[in-house]
């Protein structure tokens, strides 16, 4: 139930200028996006890579509305490829098709993606579609189809709460395209996708095993223990090479976990979103977890106790 409501709570700009302008949200929010600029970003990749563990780059923006502000997206895209291959870093970047301006024509998405794709194909920067709701699923697929034959140096996301994605997954894999798979972090009906986590979570485990198999360098993205203990055992019984695949998660998610997986030898990459735009991203985080809720509210509560002249703990 909260899950659903922070969900729905993550669509509506009113709350967005609340949070994104309050200082106790704008301060625990840090813990799961990397600053706002590309050099706070560009210091956690570098953070991270002293830990063995690689990065995507996210610049936070989605549900663009105007054909300027989708264009203006792409040129700050194109700027961070320039600020990646100046640092001398080998970040990949995540992108969402609706912050490229699928909302206003799928050709100006296209155009957009097209510029982003020619220069990071140049720069040899691997770039990942993330998914979105499911209103978008067979448009992002489809996009992806057409550009993958031009720039082989991108892949795409499949959400394994979707009943639709099992056949999706069979024809990645048969055309060899890279996916990640996640659960899926929206809010969907129950005539596309599976309500309850066991469900999820079964057809995760379905799909994970048919990536690992027979996938292109599969993204196993999760944070789920029993998903990845999964993951470890079906490669060590099938005898797939460790390094086949990768482990993904979170900026700020289970730090720990990530730091274990990449000592014991795997592959781990971090999801780095940075940027102005993080208000949605950070409410779809609170959603997955409401003890990150209960410590956005005892942050509120203990500078409202300050601000009235008691102590903070
Ligand atoms: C690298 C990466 C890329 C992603 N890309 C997409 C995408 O393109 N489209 C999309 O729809 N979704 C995406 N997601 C989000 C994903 O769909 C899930 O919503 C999210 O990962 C939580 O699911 P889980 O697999 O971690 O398992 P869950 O069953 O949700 O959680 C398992 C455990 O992980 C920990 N955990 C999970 N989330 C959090 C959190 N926010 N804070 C603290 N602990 C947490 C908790 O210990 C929890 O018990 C991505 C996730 C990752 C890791």
């Known amino acids: 139930m909260l899950r659903r409501v922070l969900l729905y709570l993550s669509e509506r700009r009113w709350l967005r200028k609340l949070i994104t302008r309050y200082g106790p949200t704008r301060a625990f929010a840090w813990r799961f996006v990397a600053g706002e600029t590309t050099e706070s970003a560009l210091d956690a990749v570098r953070e991270l890579s002293s830990r063995g563990i690689a990065s995507t780059l996210d610049l936070l923006g989605e549900s663009v509305r ?12 194109l700027r961070l490829l320039d600020a990646i291959r100046e640092s001398g870093l080998a970040a990949h970047i995540s992108l969402k098709l609706t912050q490229l301006g699928l909302d206003v024509s799928e050709e100006l998405c296209r155009g957009n993606l097209e510029r982003i794709l020619e220069k990071a194909s140049e720069y040899g920067v691997f770039v990942r579609f993330d998914m979105e709701s499911s209103a978008y699923t067979q448009r992002t697929l489809d996009i992806f189809g057409d550009l993958r034959q031009r720039w082989s140096n991108c892949g795409v996301v499949i959400q394994s709460y979707l009943y639709r994605s099992e056949q999706d997954v ?3 894999i048969r055309t060899g395209a890279r996916v990640r ?22 057809s995760y485990v379905r799909l994970m095993e048919k990536l690992l198999s027979a996938g292109n360098y599969p993204a196993i993205a999760t944070h789920d223990p029993d998903m990845i203990a999964h993951a470890k055992e079906y490669v060590r019984e099938k005898g797939i ?5 990768e482990f993904q998660m979170l900026y700020g998610v289970r730090r720990d976990l990530q730091e274990a997986l990449a000592r014991e030898g795997y592959n781990v990459r971090c999801y780095v979103p940075f940027g102005t735009e993080w208000y949605p ?4 985080r609170l959603a997955e977890r409401p003890a990150n809720l209960m410590f956005v509210l005892r942050s509120v509560l203990a500078e409202r106790r300050g601000a ?3 102590r903070t703990p």
């Not at 991203?281 to 779809?284: I, P």
Request: hydrophobic letters at 30%; charged letters at 35%.
């Open 281 to 284: 991203y950070f409410m779809r």
């Open 181 to 202: 798979l996640c659960k899926g972090a929206y809010l969907e009906p129950s005539s596309v996708a599976y309500q309850r986590k066991r469900d999820v979570d079964a």
């Open 241 to 245: 090479p460790p390094r086949s695949f």
């Open 66 to 77: 105007d054909a300027r502000d989708a264009e203006e997206s792409a040129n700050e895209y």
């Open 170 to 172: 069979e024809e990645l």
């Open 308 to 310: 009235a002249g008691g």
